[in-house]
C-alpha cells in the first residue's frame, strides 16, 4: 500500500511505535532504508511512569518478555538506519523515557 501511495506521488510516513519484536531486525532495517519514506519514526516498548504520552501496557511487556525482545534486538535495527547515509537521525530524551527519530532526507 505504501509503495502505491508513493507511485501516486503523495510524501509517505512510517510509525515503528512501538518496533515490535522482528526476526531479522537488520534485513527489516534494509527493507525500510530502500523504500525511502519521507519520514520514519521509531520507538522501542517503554513505561511512561503515568506522565502523559506513549506507553507499553502490562500485558504487551509479558508478551515482550516472552518473545525474547531486547534492546539489542531494538538498536540491530535503529543502528543500520541511523548510519545510512539517506538519513538524519535524532535522539532525544523526556523525563527518563527515549524517544527516536529517523527522518529521511528529501
Same mark, same amino acid.
Given at each position: ?5 508513493? $507511485? *501516486? #506521488?503523495?510524501? =509517505? ?13 537488520? *534485513? !527489516?532495517?534494509?527493507?525500510? @532504508?530502500? !523504500?525511502?519514506? %519521507? =519520514?520514519?519514526?521509531?520507538? &522501542? !516498548?517503554? %513505561?511512561? #511512569? ?7 501496557? &502490562? +500485558? /504487551?511487556?509479558?508478551?515482550?518478555? +516472552?518473545? #525474547?525482545? *531486547? $534492546?539489542?534486538?531494538?538498536? /540491530? !535495527?535503529? +543502528?543500520? /538506519?541511523? +548510519? ?7 535522539? $532525544?530524551?523526556? %523525563? ?5 527519530? @529517523?527522518?529521511?532526507?528529501?
Amino acid at each position: 500500500m505504501a509503495a502505491q501511495l508513493r $507511485a *501516486a #506521488g503523495l510524501a =509517505v510516513g512510517l510509525c515503528l511505535t512501538p518496533l515490535l519484536p522482528l526476526a531479522d531486525p537488520a *534485513a !527489516f532495517a534494509e527493507r525500510v @532504508i530502500a !523504500f525511502r519514506p %519521507d =519520514v520514519l519514526v521509531v520507538q &522501542d !516498548f517503554h %513505561d511512561a #511512569g503515568g506522565r502523559f504520552g506513549a506507553d507499553t501496557g &502490562d +500485558e /504487551a511487556r509479558c508478551l515482550l518478555a +516472552e518473545s #525474547g525482545w *531486547a $534492546a539489542g534486538d531494538y538498536h /540491530a !535495527f535503529v +543502528e543500520p /538506519a541511523s +548510519e545510512s547515509s539517506s538519513v538524519r537521525y535524532t535522539r $532525544a530524551n523526556r %523525563d527518563s523515557s527515549l524517544h527516536e527519530l @529517523i527522518a529521511l532526507n528529501a
